[in-house]
C-alpha cells in the first residue's frame, strides 16, 4: 500500500523535472533581452551590464538553470510587475477560487456523466444513447467562452435567474473569514448561510460552463468501456448465475468499467485547468487564470510563469493522485506493488 | 459464380455510402466542411461589406435584413467579419496541425521503428509536453515567445504534437515487425527507405483520421487563444475575439456581438468532430464508439 504510493511518487519526478526545465526555457526564451527591460529605455550599456550581472544573466545556462531551481525551492518566484507582491503570494491568495471553481466543475462532471454513459451502455440504440451520443459530440464541439456567456445572457439578463455574473459573492455579501479559501466551506465555518447560499448562486453559471466542456469525454468513455465490460463472459457467467440486475451491473461491470474512465480523468483535468482560465475571464472569477490574463496584458511574465508552473504542478499531483486512487481501486497494481 | 471484383476505390466508395447512410450526421458535416473551406477561400468577396470599415451602420444595431448579423460598437458588419474571419481562423489551425503531422509524425514513425535511444527521447519530449494542462502551456509559450499570429501557430502546433507522435510511434511500432517489411529489408531496401517507403505511406490512414479529429480541437484552442488577448490583434476579425468583444455587451443585451461569432465557430469545430468521427469509422471501423 505505502510502497505503491511511494513508487507513484518515483513515478512523477520525471514529469516534475520536465515541467521545471520547460518553465525554464520558457523564462529564458523572453522577447528581448531581460536586463534592457528592467533597465527601461534610458538605461545606459553599463546599467545593463550591472542588471544582468545582478540577474545572475551573465553565468552559463547550467548555473542559471540551479539558481532558478534554488530560488523556486525558496518559494522566490519573482515579484509581479502588475502589483508588486512575490508572485508566489498572489499566486496562493487566488488558488482557492480556481480550485473551488475546478472541482465543482468535477463534481458536477462525474455525478452527470457517469450515471449518462452507464445507462446508455445498458440500452444501446435507445434514445438515452442517442442523447448520450449528441451530447459528447456537441459537448466536445463547446467554445467554453461561449457556453459560459451564453448562460449568463439567458440566467441573468433574460430570466434574471442567475445573479450577475461578476466575482465569487455579490459585493453586499460579506466575505468570510478565511481558513480554507473556499468560500463554500469558510461561510460554513463562520456559520453564516446567506454567504454560502451567495456563494453557490455565484458558483452555479461558471461550474456549469467548465462542467459541460470535460462531460464529453468522461460520458463517452464510460459509455465504451460499459458496453466492453458487459459483453464479457464473466458478466454473461454472473447473469446465468442469477445474480440481481443490479449486482451484476454495479458489482461486477462498473467496478471493471471505472479503470478506463480513470485513466481519461488525467485528460480531463487537462481540459478542466484549461478552459478554466477562459471560464474565469467570462465570469470575471477573481482566481488565478483572471490573474495570468491580466498578466498576459501587462506583459507581466515572472506572473504568467509562476501561473504556468502553479498550473503544471498542480496538474502533475492530480495525475499522481489519479495513479494511486488507480492502484487502490484495481487490485492486480496491489499485488505488484 | 462471377463474384463482382471491386477496385479498392470502388470499396472505399461503398463504405463511405454505408456510412453516409448509416449516419446522415456524416452527409450534413460534409457539405458544412465544403461551405467553411470555401468561406475561407473567397470569404473576403462573398462579404457584403468591408470587415474593418468602422460605421457601415449604425453602432450596436440588432440584426436586421441589411445587416443579417446586425453591427457590433464601432458600426462594423458582423456578418462580412464572421465570413471573413473563417479564413485566419481556419488558417491559423491547419498551418497548426499540419506542422504538428510532419514534426510529430516523422518523430514518432522514427521512435517506433528505431526504438532504442530515438524512442526514448522522443517519448520523454511528448511526456514533458502532456506533464503540462495543455492549453495553460500553450499560453506559456506565446507569453514567452511574443503575442504574434505566428507564435499561436507555433504554441497550437507543439501543445498538439504528443497525440501525433503516439499514434505514429503505435502503428510503426507493430508495422516494423510486418512481413513485408522483413522482406523488403531482405531485399536489400536501406533503413531509411523501409522507414519513408513502406512505414509512413502505411501510417497515413490512421494519422488523417488523428488529423480530422484534432483539428476542430486546434481551432477551439486557437480561438480561445486570441479570445484571452493573445495573438490575433483586435481590428482584425477572429471568431475568438469577437466573441471577447462582444462578451462586455452581453449583458447589456446586445446579444448578437458575441452569438453569431461564437455559434460559427461552435459550428465549425462541430463540423470537423463529426467529420472526424466518420471518417475513423472509414478507416478503423472497430474503434467505432
Known sequence: MV??????????????????????????????????????????????????????????????????????????????????????????????????????????????AVPLGILAATRPGSWIDHLCRGITTAGVSLPTFFTGLLLAYFFYFLLGWAPSPLGRLDPYLSTPPHVSGFYLIDSL???????????????ILPTITLALFVL???????????????????????????????????????????????????????????????????????????????????????????????????????????????GLVDPRMRVDG | MAEAVMSPWQKRWTALRYVVGENPLSLAAF???????????????????????????????????????????????????????????????????????????????CAGFFGGWTDRIVGRLSDTIMAFPLFVLAMGIVAAMGNTVANIVLATAIINLPFYIRVARAESGVLRNTGFVEAARLAGNSE?????????????????????????????NAAGLSFIGLGVRPP??????????????????????ALFPGAVLMLAVFCFNLLGDSLRDLVDPRRRT
Open chain 2, 31 to 109: 457539405l458544412l466542411f465544403a461551405t467553411f473551406v470555401l468561406l475561407a477561400l473567397v470569404g473576403p468577396w462573398l462579404a457584403p461589406f468591408d470587415a474593418l470599415t468602422s460605421n457601415v451602420g449604425t453602432p450596436l444595431a440588432p440584426p436586421s435584413l441589411k445587416y443579417w448579423f446586425g453591427t457590433d460598437a464601432l458600426g462594423r458588419d458582423i456578418l462580412s467579419r464572421v465570413v471573413v474571419a473563417a479564413r485566419l481562423d481556419l488558417g491559423i489551425a491547419v498551418a497548426a496541425v499540419s506542422i504538428s503531422v510532419l514534426i510529430g509524425g516523422l518523430a514518432g514513425a
Open chain 1, 3 to 112: 510502497s505503491t504510493i511511494l513508487k507513484r511518487l518515483v513515478g512523477s519526478i520525471p514529469n516534475l523535472i520536465g515541467v521545471v526545465v520547460v518553465t525554464f526555457l520558457l523564462t529564458r526564451a523572453l522577447p528581448g533581452d531581460p536586463a534592457a527591460f528592467f533597465a527601461g529605455p534610458a538605461g545606459t550599456a553599463e546599467a545593463v551590464q550591472e542588471i544582468r550581472k545582478k540577474l545572475g544573466l551573465d553565468k552559463s545556462m547550467p548555473e542559471q538553470f540551479v539558481v532558478y531551481v534554488r530560488d523556486l525551492t525558496r518559494g522566490d518566484w519573482g515579484t509581479s510587475l502588475g502589483t508588486g507582491q512575490p508572485v508566489l503570494t498572489e499566486i496562493a491568495m487566488r488558488l482557492p477560487a480556481s480550485v473551488e471553481l475546478t472541482l465543482c466543475a468535477l463534481l458536477l462532471a462525474v455525478s452527470v
Open chain 2, 192 to 220: 531509411a527507405r523501409l522507414l519513408f517507403y513502406h512505414i509512413i505511406p502505411n501510417i497515413l490512414p490512421p494519422m488523417t483520421v488523428q488529423v480530422s479529429l484534432n483539428m476542430g480541437w486546434a481551432i477551439l
Open chain 1, 189 to 203: 465555518i463562520a456559520r453564516d448561510l446567506a454567504a454560502f447560499v451567495g456563494a453557490i448562486k455565484q458558483l
Open chain 1, 216 to 326: 464529453a469525454p468522461l460520458a463517452r468513455m464510460t459509455r465504451a468501456s460499459m458496453l466492453g465490460v458487459l459483453s464479457a463472459d464473466f458478466i454473461r457467467t454472473a447473469r446465468a448465475a442469477g445474480l440481481a440486475p443490479t449486482t451484476v451491473l454495479f458489482t461486477y461491470a462498473f467496478r471493471n468499467a471505472l479503470l478506463p474512465v480513470m485513466t481519461t480523468l488525467g485528460m480531463v483535468f487537462s481540459f478542466l485547468l484549461g478552459s478554466n482560465v477562459l471560464v474565469e475571464k467570462v465570469f470575471a472569477w477573481p482566481g488565478i487564470g483572471t490573474f495570468a490574463i491580466e498578466a498576459l496584458v501587462a506583459s507581466d511574465y515572472a506572473a504568467v510563469q509562476g501561473f504556468v508552473l502553479t498550473m503544471a504542478l498542480l496538474y502533475v499531483f492530480l495525475n499522481l493522485a489519479i495513479d494511486i486512487a488507480y
Open chain 2, 236 to 257: 482584425a476579425a477572429e471568431w475568438g475575439i469577437m466573441v471577447a468583444e462582444g462578451a462586455q455587451y452581453i449583458v447589456s443585451g446586445e446579444w448578437w456581438i
